[in-house]
Structures are given as C-alpha cells and as structure tokens.
C-alpha cells in the first residue's frame, strides 16, 4: 500500500535542512526524509484490532513543524516517538477487517479514530492516568507490545494516517452518525483538541475570552466557544485577513490583526479596560479577559497573554512553537493561572462524561456546531508536498485546515 514514510536519518535530515533554507520546497526533496513509498499492506495487530481503509486524514500542526523542522532538538517528547514511521493521526473511514474478538464495529461501519496508543492499546493494565480517561498524558507510551510513539503517525509498528489502510485497536473507533459525512468526521480530532482545551478553563457566563491564532484548532476553538458558550463574547487574532474572516462566520464578536503594543492597546479598547504603559516595555491591561486559549504557544503570544488577562483569569497553552525567552512577570503579579492542554480522552461537558470524539459527533450530527469553512483544502496523498506547503503557509495561500482525501483514489 502506498504511505508517507518519515524516515530519521542524518543525512537525510542534513539534506533537508540544506534545501530548505533555499526554498520551502526543499524540504519535500526526494533525498530527504519524507517520502511516499511502497509498504506492507496493513494487518490486524491482535484480536481487538481492526484494518480502517482511510477516507481522509487531517494534517496537523505537529506533523508540519516535523517535516519543515521547526523544533527545538531538546524537546522531551522525543523519549515516546520511534522511526521511521508513517505519519498521520487525525483519520477517518471505513472498516474492512476485524480481528476476533472485536465487537464494537463491524466490516462497512463507517468511524472516527483517536490516535493515542495508551495502556489498552498496549495491552497493558491501565494507569492512572487511562483509568481517569486521560489518555493522552497515559504513562505507557514507550512500554508494551509496541515501539514508542504516543499516537498513531509517531510510533513505527503502528501506522499513522498518512497511508490507505491503518491497523486501529476497536477502543479508538467511533461509528459516524449517518448525518455526519467523512468531511465533517476528519476535524473530529482537532475539534476534540479544542473541547479539552476549553475544558481546563471553561468560561463563565458574561466572560470575554481571547483566541490567539485561528488556524485549524484556533477556528474551531472560536466556533465552540461561540456557539456552546452563547454568553461569552470570543476576541479572535490572527495576521491573516482569511483566518479573521472564517473567525467572524464561526462565531467570533471581535477579530484583530494587530501585534505587540498595538495589539494590547486594541485589547483594551475592545474591553473599555485601562492600559499600564512602562517606559521600556510592552504595555499591560489592567482588568482583562477572562481566559486566552493560545493555539500558536510561541513566546510572544504567551508573553501577550499574560499582560491581557485579567488578574487570576487562565491562560491555556493549546499551540506548541520553539522555546523561546519571555517576560514573565505578569505572570505572578496578576496571580495568573498558566496551564497546559495536549491532546483528549474523556470529557465532562454538560453534565455528561464521554470521550471528546463522541460529544463532537453528537454535536455535529445535531448541528449544535457547524464548523464550514475550517476545511479548507484537499488534497490526494500523490499531492503531499502541495499539501504540506499549502499547511505551512502564512499567507501565500489561505489554508485553515488541510486534509488527504483518499475518497477518490483507486483501489
């Protein structure tokens, strides 16, 4: 079958790293260590798996900055990955073969699947993190049957979505309302991505909250803010005028441009509040919003979140940038809330507890959320490097969310 192959070898990440100071592009060559290739036809891994045929497959933010090497060499988490591996995890389609003790889909069905390979994946006894339903901070991501990797598109025994048929345990799969088409089903990661986030600070009613970046999760952090948080006036920013506009369709009361000193300043106005203005510094709001969701996680947007959230409100870090100095002073002099947000598991929300990928289907199928517009491109797998650069853009091409589709490609 044909996949996606990242491939970890020094030269041909010294390749990469080469062409693409040149050129974007040049990190897509054929010498570096990304390519479509020929692999073995996926198999079920154990009598609890199934073989999903992939209908499509999102690109995260994770899987860009890894074939554009934008990452800081120290980062932890290259302790819970293995190469090479086939890369891809926000994947939807349809099953065609299941192991022998798999009762909960059937050949045909027709699902969603989570990525993370925690304990029950593994085949081990659940910790305490999987026992809380928290398995994307699951403490087993480098033990058990399999190689390191923390979800599916990081480990090398098991394939990501980047390929037409991936090996998924029967735990991961979620059958898709009828209603709800294979377009909708792919933002069903990042949308779960966005309700955790919303989760560790939800808002209350009459808040003002800030969305830093207005890519895939950003967008559909707004929409669900907007639309199940009907009291909440959401402030959108993001440089790209496209971004801003699908912001405002999906929900958002207020979107802007700006950065830095203008941006606060923009802030404040929007909020009546009143502004300290240091004589060397970037300025600070007084009051402020009440949460900021960071979907970009840079230095500058965390730095900014900090002096624009109002004393003891939460910032939530949902994006992940290069490491990088910041001022952190407001920080404990607004006696602020920093906290983290990686991936999903299960979720309380209105009273009701169930893994992130179902609240987001029943919503959808409902139509409490209609989040059109946030897929913005398709492309075929043979199309990768178009597709990846379309992901990478900042401006160059109005990409929000971009996806494989394999709906139309031969057998």
């Not at 041909?12 to 062409?19: D, G, I, K, N, T």
């Not at 033990?143 to 991961?172: I, L, N, Q, W, Y």
Request: with cysteine; charged share 20%.
């Amino acid at each position: 079958m044909k996949a996606l192959v990242f491939r970890f070898e020094l030269a041909r990440l010294a390749v990469a790293r080469v062409l693409g100071s040149v050129a974007p592009r040049g990190y897509l060559s054929p010498l570096g260590p990304l390519r479509l290739e020929d692999v073995p036809d996926a198999k079920v891994l154990g009598d609890r798996w199934v073989v999903v045929e992939t209908k499509m497959c999102g690109l995260c933010g994770s899987d860009v900055k890894q074939v554009f090497m934008d990452a800081a060499l120290d980062n932890p988490l290259t302790a819970m990955i293995s190469f090479p591996h086939v890369l891809g995890h926000e994947h939807v389609g349809v099953v065609v073969e299941v192991g022998r003790q798999v009762t909960k889909v059937r050949r045909g069905d027709r699902v969603a699947c989570s990525p993370w390979l925690s304990c029950a994946v593994r085949g081990l006894p659940a910790c305490d993190a999987c026992r809380r339903g928290d398995t994307s901070t699951c403490e087993s991501f480098s033990k058990g049957a399999f190689s390191p990797g923390m979800h599916a598109g990081t480990c090398r025994d098991v394939s990501g979505g980047f390929a037409t048929h991936v090996p998924v345990h029967e735990s991961a799969c979620f059958l898709l309302p009828e209603s709800v088409s294979f377009e909708r089903a792919v933002l069903a990661d990042p949308f779960a991505v966005a309700l955790h986030a919303i989760a560790k600070a939800p808002p209350e009613r009459g808040d003002t909250v800030l969305v830093v970046g207005c890519g895939g999760v950003g967008a559909l952090l707004v929409h669900a803010l907007a639309r199940l948080y009907p009291r909440t006036k959401v402030i959108a920013i993001d440089p790209r005028a496209h971004a801003r506009e699908l912001a405002s369709r999906l929900g958002a009361h207020v979107t802007l441009r700006s950065h830095g000193a203008a941006l606060i300043e923009d802030i404040a106005r929007s909020l009546g509040a009143s502004v300290q203005r240091p004589r060397f510094a970037l300025p600070w709001i007084n009051g402020g919003v009440a949460r900021v969701f960071d979907a970009v996680g840079s230095a500058k947007t965390l730095e900014t979140a900090l002096r624009v959230v109002r004393p003891r409100g939460t910032v939530v870090l949902v994006g992940v940038s290069r490491p990088a100095r910041f001022e952190w002073t407001p920080l404990y002099f607004k006696e602020a809330q920093l906290v983290g947000a990686t991936g999903y598991g299960l979720e309380t929300f209105e009273g009701r507890r169930a893994h992130a990928i179902e609240h987001y289907l029943e919503l959808s199928a409902s139509r409490r959320i209609d989040p059109e517009g946030v897929l913005s491109h398709r492309f075929p797998l043979g199309d990768f490097k178009e597709a990846f650069l379309a992901a990478r853009s900042k401006g160059g091409c109005p990409a929000v969310k971009v996806a494989f589709d394999f709906t139309n490609e031969s057998p």
